[in-house]
């Protein structure tokens, strides 16, 4: 059951998930986070029917989704679950569930969020792996950023943005939470137009750059 968990569970009848990735546990608490990328099929085909954590059909935008276990144990077989928010393009789908949940507006909105990972003082960072396309549907959300959202207050905000044609990935701190790690992945990909980092006629490489504030102190605080 291990090695085969999603056969297993869809024989006994398991909820199908719009493509999870991260999943990240907050440090002063039992709640856990997980993100559900997108899935295109999604009220399309049969065996993904529209419902639960998964409220929209052909769901191009993803959302991150969170559990607490009953009583806090992680061993037990029931739980508590929310969406801690639902990504959207509230600027395309005004008044629509496309448009996202109440906490995405058009000042912090993107798409698929995958990379999550939590600071010590339990501030979830979400890094996007989407479309940059900047057309259609995804119009005015720009390139794959990274933002950094409040748990309890629901408050998300754009953190910082990558170059062209990357993919945000990758999360990690100093031990006393003065530097951020961040990995910017394969920059230019499909021959878009990049030189990132050196910038001049140089080749686009992938990279882990580190964060620091002008005053020594805590990234994010």
Not at 4 to 11: G, H, P, S, V
Not at 152 to 168: D, L
Request: hydrophobic share 35%; aromatic share 8%.
């Amino acid at each position: 059951m291990m090695i085969f968990a999603r056969r297993a569970a869809t024989q006994v009848g398991a909820t199908t998930m719009d493509r999870p990735e991260w999943v990240a546990v907050h440090p002063q608490g039992q709640h856990v986070f997980c993100t559900l990328t997108n899935n295109k099929n999604r009220g399309v085909k049969e065996n993904q029917p529209v419902g639960g954590p998964n409220p929209r059909a052909e769901n191009h935008y993803g959302q991150i989704v969170r559990w607490m276990p009953t009583a806090g144990d992680h061993a037990s077989n029931s739980f508590e679950w929310d969406l801690y928010l639902i990504a959207g393009n509230p600027s395309v789908h005004k008044d629509s569930l496309y448009g996202g949940s109440d906490n995405i507006t058009a000042e912090n909105m993107f798409n698929s969020p995958d990379g999550i990972g939590f600071d010590k003082a339990g501030r979830l960072w979400i890094q996007t792996d989407g479309n940059y396309s900047n057309k259609g549907d995804f119009a005015g959300q720009g390139n794959n950023q990274m933002l950094c959202g409040d748990p309890m207050t629901g408050e998300v905000k754009r953190f910082a943005t990558g170059p062209v044609a990357c993919e945000i990935t990758g999360l990690a701190f100093s031990a006393d939470q003065t530097a951020m790690f961040v990995g910017v992945q394969h920059p230019g990909e499909g021959g878009a137009p990049s030189h990132f980092p050196q910038g001049g006629s140089t080749k686009p490489r992938s990279t882990v750059m580190i964060v620091t504030r002008e005053d020594g102190g805590i990234v994010g605080a």
